[in-house]
């Protein structure tokens, strides 16, 4: 994971060089603002030392999200009051979104969608019967608050990590998730959240300026720009950075809320390849890493970790949480707890020296 981290943060470099234009310092403020936090990985997975500090990292961050999403669920049954850009009005049934202390309630979907597998790996991995009850209820409490944020998105990232956690830990919990899909199709906010996607107003929305628009935007300034190779230039279109340097008065600047069209709005083709190159190399070691934990108590946890690394991928894909410092340091540290828990302290054999 060290070669196919450090290939991207070269790869960054290269493309860095190469599109440069005449606003240097936001070209450099992009760069780094895409993969400064990628040293969480590095920098994790040099710091722990054993199991021991592994799980009390584990335990930590599950335990801060329980918290987050309790505060969420409360929210949602005092009827929180927000903004009204949230909801489209023929979204009758939904009467608020939770969000807990995050900006918007899509990143409250994506920070569940990364600890809720997490929460049930440590409910398989706890021997002690009171330690796995406590963790189901975190778990299932994380759902929850996923489902009041009324992000399709968050929900849609959830359900792929649950598919591939039953599918490495325990192919029963199928039949948990299809009671707990057909009973959530009779919630009216989830039927007006799915429906809405299916009406003429959903479809003018979208095109008005909804995520249709937005990536559509982008893929219209590479193309006027002739950037298919190596993109706009870093910092230059589509997320956090560009939206606070608007330095070229020819774009209508929005973010893209697509991680991997902002990729290719800013770096291009090549720049797009290289990212899907490093997830790919971390997607591969993290399912070693289940194959190679091979104990009771570690496949679960490393599961976990997997599943919501891969849900939140899939959650970029509609939005961009990766442009949330918080959520990209999160990543990289889950997936260094991972690669850690996976490979770097399998115990020697027993006709071993240490």
Not at 13 to 24: K, P
Not at 248 to 262: A, E, W
Request: hydrophobic share 55%; net charge neutral.
């Amino acid at each position: 994971m060290d070669v196919w981290l450090s290939g991207y943060l070269l790869a960054g470099v290269i493309l860095l060089l190469f599109t440069v234009t005449n606003y240097l310092s936001v070209n450099i403020t992009g760069y780094r603002a895409s993969m400064e936090y990628i040293l969480m990985f590095f920098l994790v997975t040099r710091l722990l030392r054993d199991d021991g500090d592994m799980l009390l990292l584990y335990r930590a961050m599950i335990l801060i999200a329980f918290v987050f999403a309790l505060h969420g669920i409360w929210q949602f049954v005092v009827g929180v009051e927000i903004p009204d850009t949230w909801t489209d009005q023929a979204e009758t049934a939904v009467r608020t979104r939770v969000f807990s202390i995050f900006k918007n309630p899509n990143i409250m979907g994506g920070y569940m969608v990364l600890f809720a597998p997490m929460a049930i790996g440590m409910a398989y991995a706890s021997e002690r019967p009171a330690e796995k009850v406590f963790y189901w209820i975190c778990g299932l409490c994380m759902c929850l608050a996923c489902l009041f944020t009324m992000s399709r998105g968050a929900w849609l990232a959830l359900a792929v990590a649950a598919v591939l956690f039953a599918l490495i830990v325990d192919r029963r919990l199928f039949g948990l998730m299809l009671v707990a899909g057909i009973a959530a199709c009779f919630l009216p906010f989830v039927r007006s959240r799915i429906g809405y996607l299916f009406t003429p107003q959903f479809a003018e929305s979208n095109e008005r300026g909804g995520r249709a628009k937005r990536w559509q935007t982008a893929l219209g300034y590479v193309d006027e720009y002739h950037a298919w190779t190596c993109g706009l230039g870093y910092g230059m279109y589509g997320g956090a950075v560009a939206v606070q340097n608007k330095v070229n008065p020819m774009f209508d600047y929005m973010y893209v809320d697509n991680y991997y069209v902002k990729i290719l709005a800013e770096n291009g083709i090549a720049g797009l390849t290289a990212f899907l190159s490093a997830i790919a190399g971390l997607l591969w070691g993290g399912l070693r890493a289940c194959g190679l934990a091979g104990s009771k108590e570690r496949k679960p946890l490393c599961a976990g970790m997997l599943a919501g690394l891969v849900g939140i991928l899939i959650h970029s894909l509609f939005e961009s949480l990766w442009e949330e410092p918080y959520m990209m340091a999160l990543f990289f540290s889950v997936a260094a707890m991972l690669i850690f828990a996976g490979f770097l302290n399998r115990k020697p054999a027993a006709n071993q020296t240490p």
